[in-house]
């Protein structure tokens, strides 16, 4: 084994036996200071014959001079060498002594305390290095090498595990502690945490997410009273707030599977959504009786909760659904019973082309989106207006579907009928799952 690396690096036992961490299932101090033992005996064991002799001067100079390498990297079972000194660990280049007892009792204690704020059952160490050790490795690096992060890690999460009885884990940990120790900085990570449901909206007139003022842009002016917001509360506000308060979140992000028009009630099973909070110090609640509180506002109920994770927000938005809509619509002229009927059957898995409403077009690329309509049922309400379930493609704009935006959308109710007809109401009865 090669020791010629404690002539310029002076390392400690375990850093020198992590160079070799791979070769053998011990510790790195072990390995280490064996290794150094191993070569100051086969060095020690060239050096005795030539003791006695003379005109050996050089070859025992050279012999004397690399045991004074393993001396001075801490082999102090070789006798003393003249004018070498010993260094310490806390003098290794590597580690710079951040294994010392007293050093990992301060990070300790310190990451403890960050962590008694927090509700948590998981978590993992992650070693931040400074860039000068990170070049260190670098350059001394063997292929049987771990890094010191490595090593670091494994040891904080033993004494972490001990202290606080959580389970280290890698994928996905609650908190994520990160540790600088040369630096002796400690930062938390606090992975967010997810809850999945539907949501019901009961009444028109409020968006999906929160809708910042935008005159103001959020920051509160004299057209939105000083609130910031356009609407006075969303379905995203009504139900982040009390799970928001449960956590002691910091802040949230609320993914709906698409989202209906202001305008449009959410009904039936109601439509998925993920409601991420970030940074929360409480991880478990009681999901059932937030729910029954977001229920009590009478604007927006949800059910099916639960926890998700990460992947589940993933889903909730890629995840075509299609839609059953029930819209109230209304005709310049009276539509017969026999064209109702007529309507049904040529809505009937009925291809339509729409090109981005103008309503949406300052905000979406103007492109030609193909869409379907697979069932339709009428029921009249009086000569000129009627009732219109729609089973269909989620993406389909139901209101354009009606109208025909001008010819944008082909083919539409209006042109079906021959008839100018809008729709003065909508809701969504259901999102259906694939
Ligand atoms: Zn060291
Ligand atoms: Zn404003």
């Known amino acids: ?59 025992r100079r050279k012999i004397e001079e690399e045991l004074a390498y393993l001396y001075r990297s801490g082999l102090t079972e070789i006798r003393g060498i003249e004018g070498v000194e010993v260094v310490g660990e806390d003098k290794c280049p590597w580690c710079k002594g951040i294994f010392q007892e007293k050093n990992l009792e301060e990070l300790l204690e310190k990451t403890l305390n960050l962590l008694r704020e927090y509700e948590y059952d998981t978590f993992l160490v992650g070693t931040v290095l ?71 909206k009961l009444v028109r007139g409020i968006p999906q997410t929160r809708w910042p003022c935008r005159h103001c842009k959020g920051r509160g002016c004299e057209k939105c009273n000083y609130t910031g917001k356009r609407y006075s509360t969303s379905v995203e506000e009504i139900i982040a707030e009390p799970f928001m308060e449960a ?3 910091r802040d949230e992000a609320f993914h709906g599977a698409g989202r209906e028009d202001i305008d449009v009630r959410m009904l039936g099973n109601g439509r998925p959504f993920v409601l991420e909070i970030r940074e929360p110090k409480v991880r478990r609640v009681n999901l059932e009786e937030i729910g029954e509180k977001i229920n009590r506002s009478g604007i927006v109920e949800v059910l099916n909760l639960e926890y ?46 729409q090109r981005t409403p103008q309503r949406v077009s300052h905000r979406r690329a103007d492109l030609v989106r193909i869409r379907k309509v697979y069932r339709a049922w009428t029921e009249r309400i009086d000569p000129k ?28 109710v209006s042109q079906i009928l021959n008839k100018r007809c809008v729709c003065k109401e909508l809701d969504v009865l259901e999102v259906h799952d694939q």
């Open 385 to 412: 207006r009627f009732k219109l379930k729609l089973y269909c493609d989620g993406g389909l704009y139901i209101k354009e579907l009606i109208s025909g935006d001008q010819g944008r959308t082909t083919p539409s």
């Open 308 to 353: 998700g994770n990460k992947r589940d927000v993933i889903s909730v938005k890629n995840q075509p659904h299609k839609k059953t809509y029930l819209a109230l619509v209304e005709c310049e002229e009276e539509v017969s019973d026999r064209e109702l009927s007529q309507l049904e059957k040529k809505l009937e898995n009925l291809t339509i082309y």
């Open 247 to 249: 956590f002691k979140g």
């Open 1 to 59: 084994m090669d020791t010629e690396i404690l002539k310029n690096y002076p390392l400690c036992h375990r850093c020198f036996g992590r160079l070799y961490a791979k070769l053998l299932h011990t510790s790195n101090y072990e390995r280490g200071r064996s290794l150094k033992m191993a070569k100051a005996i086969e060095l020690e064991s060239k050096l005795y014959p030539l003791k006695e002799r003379t005109g050996y001067e050089e070859e």
């Open 130 to 200: 400074p860039r000068s050790i990170k070049k260190l490795e670098e350059s001394i690096k063997t292929p049987y090498m771990e890094s010191i992060k490595q090593e670091f890690n494994r040891t904080m999460g033993k004494l972490i595990a001990e202290k606080t009885s959580k389970r280290v884990e890698r994928e996905n940990p609650d908190i994520l502690i990160l540790i600088d120790p040369y630096r002796k900085k400690i930062r938390l990570q606090l992975s967010p945490v997810y809850i999945k449901g539907r949501y019901r």
